[in-house]
T-cell receptor, first 114, second 113 residues
Framework: DVKVTQSSRYLVKRTGEKVFLECVQD?????MFWYRQDPGLGLRLIYF???????EKGDIPEGYSVSREKKERFSLILESASTNQTSMYLC?????????????FGPGTRLTVL | GQNIDQPTEMTATEGAIVQINCTYQ??????LFWYQQHAGEAPTFLSY????GLEEKGRFSSFLSRSKGYSYLLLKELQMKDSASYLC??????????????FGGGTRLMVKP
């Protein structure tokens, strides 16, 4: 069975802290994604990676960075957390190639920044 | 840019049929997905359309018209467990990776007895 896991379901941090959100997939997928989900705004893409050490900005990369040192792991980093980064963060992965496949999502991390 | 619209909320009765619409404007369209998301859980894949027409999968069907930039998800014989948010997402070609999805805001469906 396809498995995408995220390091925490709930996280509370203080403004200015450095925050790491970890995502691991066991399906040998090349592509991994980080989204945030806010009421009324849907899922918005922060960053994605299509290979180890490769990354591309999504629609809202400001205030975030990512790291992909190993194929199975994609980390989202908030260098200095702010209250407007309070959100649900979802990781997803998908293999390369055709036909296009659906994205498999992790359970999400609800981050609160105080 | 990308723009995807779907109703915010819908209510329907158990046993009935409901249609959730999605309109989109994107560049390099390469398929449309529907996902179901129960409260507090991750989205799960429901359907994928890349050609015009209807795709049926059990109680769920999805329709696509590329010329109109329009899709709908049809849910038949509604059950209480179908209460969830339904997300419309379009696959576009904004990067060489070719697997990026742009999501609509989601439609929260409430099924009542």
């Amino acid at each position: 069975d396809v498995k995408v896991t995220q390091s925490s379901r709930y996280l509370v941090k203080r403004t200015g802290e450095k925050v790491f959100l970890e995502c691991v997939q066991d399906m040998d997928h090349e592509n991994m994604f980080w989204y945030r989900q806010d009421p009324g705004l849907g899922l918005r893409l922060i960053y994605f990676s299509y290979d180890v050490k490769m990354k591309e900005k999504g629609d809202i990369p400001e205030g975030y960075s990512v790291s992909r040192e190993k194929k199975e792991r994609f980390s989202l980093i908030l260098e200095s957390a702010s209250t407007n980064q309070t959100s649900m963060y979802l990781c997803a992965s998908i293999p390369s190639g055709r036909p296009p496949r659906e994205q498999f999502f992790g359970p999400g991390t609800r981050l609160t920044v105080l | 840019g990308q723009n995807i619209d779907q109703p915010t909320e819908m209510t329907a009765t158990e046993g009935a049929i409901v249609q959730i619409n999605c309109t989109y404007q994107t560049s390099g369209f390469n398929g449309l997905f529907w996902y179901q998301q129960h409260a507090g859980e991750a989205p799960t894949f429901l359907s994928y359309n890349v050609l015009d027409g209807l795709e049926e999968k059990g109680r769920f069907s999805s329709f696509l018209s590329r010329s109109k930039g329009y899709s709908y998800l049809l849910l038949k014989e509604l059950q209480m467990k179908d209460s969830a948010s339904y997300l419309c997402a379009v696959r576009d070609q904004r990067s060489n990776a070719g697997n990026m999805l742009t999501f609509g805001g989601g439609t929260r469906l409430m099924v009542k007895p």
